[in-house]
């Protein structure tokens, strides 16, 4: 008897220990990309990976390391390097082996090509499966990633990798803390960031903002050399063939075109003294004052353009309307608090606009507690239905229960088309839910719009297609992404569509919905949510932006910047300030105002650069701007090669000079506006 | 994982150009000779070879026309219409330009003729070379830097690579990586010119002391691509004159390369006196001479780079070896100044590093007297021949152009004795030619203001054309160019010669700038600018900057230069 107990203590014990550490296993799931200066395209409109030279996905870097930085608690933890592609991975591989990953397992198979996310999430989640890990492991792991890659921009992978696997994710985080049987991270949200309690087995796609990798250290480097990376084929790991490389994908590409908006070289404003500069700067605006007053620098004018040009099909196949019962295009109301975020009003745009052209309707899902009073506000921003999901554990983002309920809804209703506003929440959500429902799913696009397609090898013209828009390729082009099932999902970029105007006097229903929920939809705990008041959302609209870097808080705490603001204010203009990471980081200006990728992405018709080096996370934010003025002491600052002017000079010489030309009524081409 | 352990090799080189190269694969090939067994077998003794660059060849930059014949010595089984040359000298020209006319000279000056040597790029030939030692079993790690010797006894045991993970003040921050301890036997500073491993050793071990100062140049180059038909692929052009004045030793070169490419480029010695003297400037007023810019008219710019040239042959040679290390290269000054050769001696300098350290390993003796073959296998070179012809060359150009002329001259006829009773020539440490700015009549910013507005078409601003060094280095990490003492900088430097450092770096990593309110100025350093030429560390007035290795990988990307 006494010896039974004892048998059970130790392996209680034991689980315990396993659980916390003992055999605990780090995989990081990671990509290979064409350095970005390297990026084109074959004639099929996938990535020509033969020629250019590659390296480790940036943010894939990140996650390698964070998988470094747990061992440094967990010292006898396992870590394996996981890849997708063909064999020339290796090579990035062996580099995440030189950082210190002890096994690099690469799948490869020509059966994988032209695989979209779907497939991929599909693929990589059989690997793990194969290698030992699911929701069932006995084993403790956990799994890291990049937030997302280069060459597709999509933050898809990491999702519908967890998916498959059945675990918990959290994405968009910069930290990460160890606690044995939980992770406690912080993952970015709009205006904020939310600490999550998530447990162990799980996957973590790390932001870009984390901790940054390590350099191989030489000993690393000539272990590396002579570790093998275990390749394996498709057969190996028993996934469906069927259901990956390009027939299996639920998307594909059905065009690309280049982006016709090369930015002339920066004009660099010369003069010695801070008046000469400015003198300079006025008149060279004074001579491109015509193309300064123009539309923002967004795609909401290429977007109608864009309607009118629908492709037509050229030929003469039947035409096969593949939606078979498949109606109404619904999309989900995300809460912040008591409000609906932005991006959500957003989204009723294009829907609205999709749905009048199918003859359909707009259904909007509202998940939250206590939300009911927000319905009407919903149908007066264009949502002919809402459905208002009312449970106490909705109060905060989770996106377990959340894919639940939409995953419930869906296979309830059967929508056509599901819209999702592109925040780091929807961003999450929707591949989740396309992998359990099995749909494609176009992130970030910037345009919606109903066409055909022409099936060449099935001889088959589908309609009425959803052409989801979206720039990839570094922006460099856009891509448009159909598919044949339904229902048909994407995610739109913030910002990029304008919020219908609110008609109090539309008329639409209001139903509840209650979901099924199982224990393990909440299995992660939500431990604290911030979000910065204000927003910022005056960013999306205003005419000119000066944002600042650490240096302007150093100096002066942003002060030039909001006078020179003020400044043109008072002339009418709509002016607004902002910053970038390093100055939020710093303290000196609110998250809400934050430009860059993990912050907003604003299009002003001018943007100001004060004492912004010019990161390439900086101006994925601002960089479609209309035009772009950068004043750097430093010029060796890349913000210089992004900009149309340059002005090289410490910005407290020069805005001074600025803020007097305003006083005096110079408003950079600009008229005063409402 | 955060205590290291040691990694053991039998012969460390710390650098992979052409001397770091020639060294391992020599030795490899000794090694495989002396120990007949099928090909493919491992080496008896392990050599790894280190490169700072974040590849073989992204930080080598040279002329470069070479002899082939020392090919052959090295690489005996490859046939030398594999070598990767760009072509054969087509042509071989030598002009004397006056601000606005270029006269041929009607015979090439003696061991500047180029006849049956070939256009290189030496980036391409280094690459072409590392595969080929990979292939005879040596180990190559590009990306790595090593930042410190290891000694014991007065013995060098080997080195350590840098940490990395550092933040700017010298705390490791959480991704921190402690460099690695390498144990080695043997280990072969191949660092290229003025190589900071190199120049602590010689310094420590007192190596240099009977040797006279070496005299470095600063060779600034662009890459171009032109139109077809523009400048023939083997062409070669040298010019004296401008833009340099007659006290000063230098010259501009144009090579024509495969593929439409030509580099164009300046040697500018540096012992001037002039302390606003710019290389980059000097090379971009170069460009706008009615010769150089016809040639270059529809061109565009492709590359840029500057590296530090050794030339004070035989007499600035430092004792080539010690206890467990030996020099070899530019790193020891191997180079034929008035042939402007540095590859065939850095090549010669390597196989006989490579024959002492197969002796030393055999009798597993590496001390200072086993390893002092080494020079006496120099002494009876040809490599020891051709520097000693040319043995004062330098020194006598140390009065400018036209004393530098007439010194060669005699030297022709006495077989490279200098005009001196020992027949030796003394040389001056570069950094202690300035004169006070003061002193200068017409300081070249000045003389030159007009021509330094850059159109960007024909000429570029240094910013500009650092970009196309590629050069890039992480910001987070100590700064590399170590400024002792920025008292001096403000104090005597800046009042005195004008804060040399903006000019003489052709990479703008030194800025001077001036308080808005007090108007007193103060240098700012941009690490991340650096383009690795070494300048800084030779020329400085008050030997007051100390360039030290960044982080492995970190510096510019050459290609073709």
Redesign the interface.
């Known amino acids: 008897m006494a010896k039974k107990i004892l048998v059970a203590v130790l392996r209680t014990s034991r689980a315990v220990q396993s659980k916390e550490s003992m055999g605990l296993k780090i995989i990081t799931i990671m990509k290979q990309v064409p350095l970005p200066t390297e990026m084109r395209m074959g004639a099929d409109g996938l990535m020509d990976r033969t020629k250019a030279k590659s390296s480790i996905n940036a943010d894939c870097t990140f996650g390698l390391?964070q998988g470094?930085?747990i061992?440094k608690h967990v010292?006898d933890a396992e870590l394996i390097v996981v890849s997708m592609g063909p064999t020339s991975f290796e090579q990035s591989l062996k580099k995440a082996l030189a950082m210190?990953y002890d096994r690099a397992v690469l799948l490869s198979d020509r059966k994988l090509g032209g695989s979209d996310t779907f497939a991929t999430g599909y693929a990589i989640a059989s690997l793990l499966k194969k290698l030992g890990f699911s929701k069932d492991s006995k084993e403790p792991f956990i799994i890291f990633s990049g937030r997302q890659t280069t060459d597709g921009d999509t933050a898809h992978v990491p999702s519908q990798t967890a998916e498959n696997l059945g675990i918990p994710q959290a994405t968009f985080v910069e930290k990460v803390e160890y606690k044995g049987d939980h992770l406690k991270v912080r993952r970015i949200i709009e205006g904020g960031y939310q600490v999550l309690k998530v447990p162990i087995p799980c996957l973590i796609s790390i932001a870009p903002t984390a901790?940054?990798?390590?350099?191989?250290?030489?000993?690393g480097?000539?272990r590396a050399?002579s570790t093998k990376t275990e390749i394996w084929s498709l057969d190996q790991t028993g996934a469906d063939a069927s259901v990956v490389g390009l027939s299996g994908s639920p998307t594909l590409v059905s065009k690309v075109v280049d982006i016709q908006k090369n930015r002339p070289?920066v004009n660099m404003i010369s003069g010695h003294e801070p008046k000469d500069l400015a003198d300079t700067l006025v008149a060279e605006i004074e001579k491109i004052k015509d193309s300064m007053g123009g539309a923002h620098g967004g795609h909401e004018e290429s977007d109608q353009k864009n309607d009118a040009v629908a492709a037509k099909a050229d030929v003469d196949f039947p035409r096969v309307d593949f939606r078979k019962d498949a109606r109404g295009v619904l999309t989900w109301i995300e809460m912040h608090g008591d409000t609906p975020a932005r991006s959500s009003l957003e989204i009723l745009n294009p829907a609205r606009k999709l749905a009048d052209q199918l003859k359909t309707q707009v259904t909007a899902v509202i998940t939250g507690h206590n939300i009911k009073g927000v319905a009407a506000e919903i149908i007066a921003y264009g949502a002919d239905e809402v459905v208002v999901v009312d449970d106490p554990r909705l109060k905060e983002y989770r996106i377990l229960p959340l894919a639940a309920v939409l995953t419930q809804w869906m296979e309830h209703k059967r929508p056509e088309i599901a819209l999702f506003g592109a925040t780091t929440s929807g961003r999450e959500l929707a591949p989740r839910i396309a992998s359990r429902v099995h749909a494609g799913v176009t992130a970030d696009c910037t345009s919606l719009r109903i066409g055909e397609y022409a099936h060449r090898m099935k001889k088959t013209i589908f309609y009425p297609v959803l052409e989801s828009i979206r720039p990839t390729y570094g922006e460099s082009k856009l891509a448009t992404i159909i598919g044949f099932w339904c229902p048909q999902m994407a995610t739109a970029r913030s910002g990029t569509f304008k919020i219908l105007p609110k008609d109090l006097s539309r008329k639409g229903t209001v139903r509840e919905f209650t979901p099924t929920f199982r224990d393990s939809d909440f299995c992660v705990e939500v431990l604290e949510t911030k979000r910065e008041a204000g927003g910022g959302d005056n960013l999306f609209v205003a005419d000119i932006i000066i944002s600042g870097g650490r240096p302007a808080g150093d100096h002066d705490d942003f002060k030039l910047i909001k006078d020179l603001v003020q400044a043109l204010q008072e002339r009418g203009i709509n002016a607004d300030w902002g910053a970038s990471r390093h100055a939020v980081d710093n303290g000196y200006a609110p998250y809400a105002r934050q430009i860059g990728q993990t912050g907003k992405t604003v299009r002003p018709k001018l943007y100001i650069a004060v004492a912004i080096s010019g990161a390439i996370q900086h101006l994925a934010g601002m960089k479609e701007s209309g035009k772009i003025i950068a004043i750097n002491q430093?010029?060796?600052a890349a913000i210089f090669?992004h900009a149309d002017f340059g002005i090289v000079r410490?910005y407290?010489?020069v805005l001074p000079e600025l803020i007097a030309k305003v006083k005096a009524g110079f408003t950079f081409g600009l008229a005063a506006g409402k | 994982?955060s205590k290291?352990?040691v990694?053991h090799t039998d012969i460390l080189i710390v650098g992979g150009g052409v001397a770091g190269l020639a060294t391992a694969i020599h030795l490899a090939d000794l090694m495989a000779a002396g120990n007949p067994q099928e090909a493919g077998a491992a080496l008896p003794w392990k050599i790894l070879v280190?490169e700072k660059g974040s590849s073989i060849g992204s930080h080598t930059l040279s002329g470069a026309v070479i002899n082939p014949a020392i090919l052959k010595e090295l690489l005996p089984e490859v046939d030398p219409k594999d070598y990767p040359f760009e072509s054969p000298v087509t042509k071989d020209d030598v002009y004397f330009l006056t601000p606005k006319h270029a006269l041929r000279a009607p015979f090439t000056p003696p061991f500047m003729g180029n006849h049956g040597n070939s256009v290189v790029s030496l980036g391409k030939m280094t690459r072409w070379l590392a595969e080929i030692a990979e292939k005879k079993g040596v180990?190559i790690?590009s990306?790595?830097s090593v930042s410190e010797m290891l000694y014991e006894n007065g013995h060098v045991v080997g080195a350590r690579?840098i940490d990395?993970?550092v933040d700017k003040h010298g705390k490791p921050?959480?991704?921190?990586?402690?460099?690695?301890e390498?144990r080695a036997k043997i280990t072969v500073l191949a660092e290229g010119p003025r190589g900071s491993l190199t120049r602590a050793l010689c310094r420590k071990l007192k190596l240099d002391e009977k040797s006279n100062p070496q005299v470095y140049s600063t060779g600034v180059k662009e890459l171009w691509d032109l139109p077809e038909g523009t400048f023939a692929a083997g062409r070669v052009m040298h010019t004296l004159g401008y833009p340099f004045e007659f006290n000063h030793f230098g010259g501009g070169f144009v090579y024509g390369l495969n593929g439409r490419q030509v580099v164009v480029g300046i040697a500018a010695g540096l012992d001037y006196v002039d302390p606003t003297f710019d290389s980059h400037a000097a090379l971009q007023i170069y460009k706008t001479h009615p010769m150089i810019a016809k040639i270059l008219a529809k061109g565009k710019l492709l590359r840029y780079g500057a590296k530090t040239i050794p030339e004070g042959g035989l007499y600035s040679l430092p004792q080539l070896y010690h206890d467990g290390v030996m020099i070899v290269g530019d790193s020891a000054g191997f180079l034929s100044m008035p042939s402007l050769k540095g590859v065939h001696l850095a090549i010669e300098s390597g196989m006989m590093a490579a024959k002492t350290a197969l002796e030393a390993l055999q009798k597993n003796d590496f001390s200072s007297k086993q390893l002092s073959l080494y020079a006496t296998l120099f002494e009876k070179s040809a490599a020891f021949n051709t520097l000693s012809k040319t043995r004062n060359f330098r020194a006598g150009f140390g009065y400018g152009m036209i004393l530098g002329v007439f010194h060669f001259a005699m030297q022709i006829l006495t077989g490279g004795r200098g005009i001196t009773p020992s027949g030796r020539m003394k040389t001056h440490e570069d950094a202690a030619c300035y004169k006070a700015l003061a002193d200068v009549q017409k300081p070249f910013c000045k003389k030159f203001a007009k021509e330094l507005v850059f159109d960007?078409q024909l000429t570029f601003?240094k910013?500009t054309d650092?970009?196309f060094s590629g050069s890039k280095h992480d910001e987070?990490q100590p700064c590399h160019l170590r400024v002792l003492d920025f008292e001096l900088c403000r104090n005597v430097c800046i009042p005195k010669f004008g804060g040399p450092c903006q000019y003489f770096c052709p990479a703008?990593v030194y800025e001077i700038v001036t308080d808005?309110k007090t108007g007193k100025k103060d240098l700012h350093l941009?690490p991340?600018?650096c383009v690795h030429c070494k300048t800084c560390d030779i020329k400085d007035p008050f030997g007051n900057i100390e360039w030290a290795v960044p982080?492995?990988?970190d510096g510019p990307e050459y290609e073709n230069l």
């Open positions: 390391e470094l930085q061992k010292p210190g901790t940054p990798a390590r350099r191989p250290s030489l000993k480097a000539i050399r070289a430093d010029p060796q090669r410490d407290r010489e | 994982m290291s352990e990694i280190l180990q790690y990306g790595f690579t990395t993970g921050m959480d991704n921190f990586q402690a460099g690695d390498i960007k601003d910013v650092v970009y987070e703008e808005p941009h991340a600018n982080y492995g990988g």
